[in-house]
């Protein structure tokens, strides 16, 4: 069984919406509020080169695509396969699309069917409502977190007001000279 890992950045009080840039008022948070500090972002580096896949909702799809395959810094993550869950895209125009070695999931079973078979890790960027919903469907095996410093107070968040309980390990921690910390936690079952 393949482990599924979202990560995301996060302010303090639970948002990921638009960190680095779309239609949240505070669009691009983790840049224009946070000074920069290349050790915080060690585990975005490592998370692709331990990644065999990539998970995307088609909202976080449509705005990674047409940047994404230019960026020699995502190299890793062009080449692997990519997989969104949609029931609207179209696959054809996805698995011809720009950014290569793209498929189309339609559900949660089929995400749930992706996990059972053999590969490394499956890596979830962005992507706040595919997240909420794995997590309610016990898919998630493992949150990637970067906390920001900055509460936004409005915006999508990360676990959804009517989710369930869910216990957490901690097996990773940082701090950074900017105010980031890095907490990677396992689901406990």
Not at 163 to 184: P, R
Request: charged fraction near 25%.
């Amino acid at each position: 069984m393949r482990t599924l890992i979202v990560t995301e950045f996060v302010s303090l009080d639970g948002v990921v919406d638009s960190p680095g840039g779309g239609d949240h008022p505070h669009a691009g948070w983790t840049f224009k509020d946070v000074a920069f500090d290349e050790a915080a972002y060690e585990l975005k580096g490592r998370e692709q080169l331990e990644a065999a896949a990539m998970l995307l909702g088609r909202v976080s799809y449509d705005e990674f695509a047409p940047v994404w395959p230019t960026m020699e810094e995502f190299k890793e993550y062009n080449e692997m396969p990519k997989y969104v869950v949609s029931t609207t895209l179209d696959e054809d125009a996805v698995a011809n699309g720009p950014w290569q070695h793209c498929h189309v999931l339609r559900s949660l079973d089929d995400v749930a069917a992706l996990k059972q078979g053999d590969g490394g890790p499956i890596i979830v960027h962005g992507s706040a409502t595919l997240a909420q919903g794995l997590a309610k469907a016990g898919l998630v095996d493992r949150y990637h977190l970067l906390v920001f410093p900055v509460t936004l107070g409005s915006g999508k968040r990360l676990w959804a007001d009517d989710a369930d309980k869910t216990k957490l390990a901690l097996v990773e921690h940082a701090s950074y000279a900017n105010g980031i910390q890095m907490a990677v936690y396992d689901v406990a079952r």
